[in-house]
């Protein structure tokens, strides 16, 4: 079989293009532009790494951009007040907390302490209860990301068997809420899943937030089935996704490559939920 390799990249740079013209057209028009505020909480190397490309992406775009770093030893309290200061200034439309936070700050409080209305990331509770119920929320962006690659690539899903492997609030419930909106049939699975290969050979579409380099190999996956890897591991001084993508190659229909397959979505979704922010309050 010849597959599909989805090309991350290459969409991701397309809607990072179309949304750098509607920033450019929203200052012409309003003289303003979309700000985000990122605030990162010590000085864990990945975190800072991620932060500085998010940067890089929402500038490229036209917006402004903050870093709040604030040392790993800040109170909840010293959190709470900088995320309150930032969900009142007007110059500011999405705010995010670069996970993991140090583990004397209770993320769930600092997450619930973000303005639903700037929430880009989509994981303040009023915006997860809205994926859920089928109304108009932030939605968090890598499964976002992920249901755009779908679309660009004309992958439909009604009426699809999807499974999803992983259960975090990050990626694996969110992409499975917006599959079972999208009209597939949707399994989740998790570590402790009986007869895990049996249930994904099921799957027309797989969907994999993992964290466990390669683990995905052909006894996971059905003959033509769509491959979608949001992990990301470092493997012999390499990163990697989740399957074993050269050795799916020939079995699938479609597959995201790591790198260049979800990640740089995840990003472009990003600063996309920022202007969707954005608009929402100049409309208002
Ligand atoms: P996470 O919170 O650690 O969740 C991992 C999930 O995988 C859990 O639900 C866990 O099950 C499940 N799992 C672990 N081992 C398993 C096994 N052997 N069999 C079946 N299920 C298993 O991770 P996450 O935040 O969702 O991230 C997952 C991956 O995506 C990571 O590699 C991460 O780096 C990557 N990621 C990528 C992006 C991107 O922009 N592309 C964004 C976010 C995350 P339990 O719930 O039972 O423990």
Redo the contacts with the bound molecule.
Sequence with gaps: MNAVIIDGQAIALKVRGEITKLVSEAKARYGEVPGIAVVLVGDDVASQIYVASKEKVAVSAGMRSVILRLPASVSEKELLTVIEKLNYDTKIHGILIQLPLPEHINAAVILSAVSPLKDVDGFHPQNVGKLYTGEKSFVPC?PLGIMKLLKEYGINLVGKRAVV????N???KPMSALLLTADATVTI?????KD?PDVCREADILVV????AR?ITKDYVRDGAVVID????RLNGRICG?ADFENLLDAVSAITPVPKG??PM?IAMLISNTLQSFMENIKS
């Design positions: 890598t492997i992983g259960r975090s990050i990626v694996g699975c998790h570590s402790k899943t895990l937030a993992i964290g466990k683990m949001a992990g990301i591991n989740d979800v990640g995840t």
